[in-house]
């Protein structure tokens, strides 16, 4: 079994980019003193929650898709789209905590990486399968 190390720094590099966000959450509670559990009250930390909130939602499309186009394709293509889709969460990340209306290019670099990942895998597994007739 081919070991897939390229694929797997860059999960952990999106795990870390994630506790990244958790960290940014925990400062702007310092900042704004908005105690736990409470989610709202202030726009800095209603911003920071969601994006961290969001990235959660993106992860099981994500990390699914980038270990399979690693295996149905390829280890080192499948490493650059998981970068991008980590460059868009951080694009994504910053855009919408200093303005909501400025995550639209983080959004779209990620959502194209992942949707590399995604239908790229699909279809290299669907094509295996009609291929060697194994459906």
Do not use: C
Request: charged letters at 15%; a positive charge; glycine letters at 10%.
């Amino acid at each position: 079994m081919e070991p897939h190390y390229e694929v797997a720094i860059v999960t952990l590099l999106a795990l870390l980019v994630y506790f990244w966000m958790g960290m940014r959450v925990g400062g702007a509670r310092q900042k704004t003193g908005i105690k736990a559990p409470a989610m709202t009250g202030d726009p800095h930390l209603e911003r920071n929650v969601r994006v961290q909130a969001n990235t959660l939602e993106w992860l099981p499309i994500f990390l699914p898709s980038l270990w399979l186009f690693a295996v149905f394709w390829d280890d080192r293509i499948a490493a650059l789209a998981g970068l991008v889709w980590i460059v868009g969460r951080i694009l994504y990340a910053l855009g919408y905590v200093a303005d909501p209306g400025k995550r639209e290019l983080g959004f779209l670099v990620q959502s194209l990486a992942v949707a590399v990942l995604l239908f790229g895998a699909l279809g290299k597994i669907a094509w295996t399968m009609v291929s060697t007739g194994t459906y």
